[in-house]
């Protein structure tokens, strides 16, 4: 991002986020993950978390400092340095937080929100389907209720951050027949020994 258009704060955040990069990520992470001697950097986030870096535009409240989006952004070009797999990642706690945060309840909020932004809990989003790509509305995954559950049916041809994934968020149709815009759903699914 261009210097000249960043507030005082904004510069301050990216200096912050570029001393984590250099003095907190131990280069051979990045050597480790090249091997794939390492599938699921979890110590990134957790290092990330300790500087309360995660989640930068939540609530206070739920571990976030209630930053706008361009300082996500400055942030996440500064981790954008240490290579795209920990720019992903690092990206996953806004993109699966931002449906809990604008959509979910109270109690959805503290249970996976609080817990993700603190590095306690690690997510993934299952949205890209084998036919339709990355398109929301274009899913063609369902989900069916069952008295007090869905049945989900259908795939997922690239589930990001699936290998260390506590859980899961899952993006499903729940009125075949709706409009595409009104019919999407998103469950959260928590990693079990029938979910992998």
């Known amino acids: 991002m261009l210097e000249c258009l960043m507030s005082n704060e904004e510069k301050a955040l990216r200096d912050e986020v ?3 990069v250099r003095d907190d990520i131990d280069k051979q992470l990045l050597r480790d993950m090249d091997e794939d001697k390492v599938r699921y950097p979890r110590e990134f986030l957790e290092k990330a978390a ?4 995660l989640g930068l535009r939540f609530p206070v409240k739920y571990g976030g400092r209630g930053l706008p989006w361009v300082s996500e952004v400055i942030a996440l070009e500064e981790v954008g340095v240490l290579g795209t797999s920990l720019g992903c990642l690092y990206s996953l706690v806004s993109i699966v937080g931002e449906a809990i945060d604008k959509f979910g309840s109270e109690f959805l909020k503290e249970k996976y ?3 993700t932004i603190a590095g306690k809990l690690t997510a993934a989003e299952a949205l890209t389907e084998p036919r ?4 929301f509305f274009g899913a063609t995954c369902t989900a069916r209720k069952d008295s007090d559950f869905y049945i989900l049916n259908g795939q997922k041809r690239f ?3 699936s ?3 506590d859980y899961f968020m899952v993006y499903a149709r729940t009125d ?10 998103a ?3 928590e990693r079990s020994e029938n979910v992998k």
């Open 50 to 53: 300790a500087r309360n870096l």
């Open 176 to 185: 075949p027949h709706g409009k595409p815009h009104k019919s999407i759903s």
């Open 113 to 115: 929100l609080q817990p």
């Open 18 to 20: 570029r001393a984590f």
């Open 187 to 189: 469950f959260i699914v």
């Open 163 to 165: 290998e260390g994934a």
């Open 159 to 161: 589930v990001v951050g």
């Open 132 to 135: 339709g790509g990355s398109d």
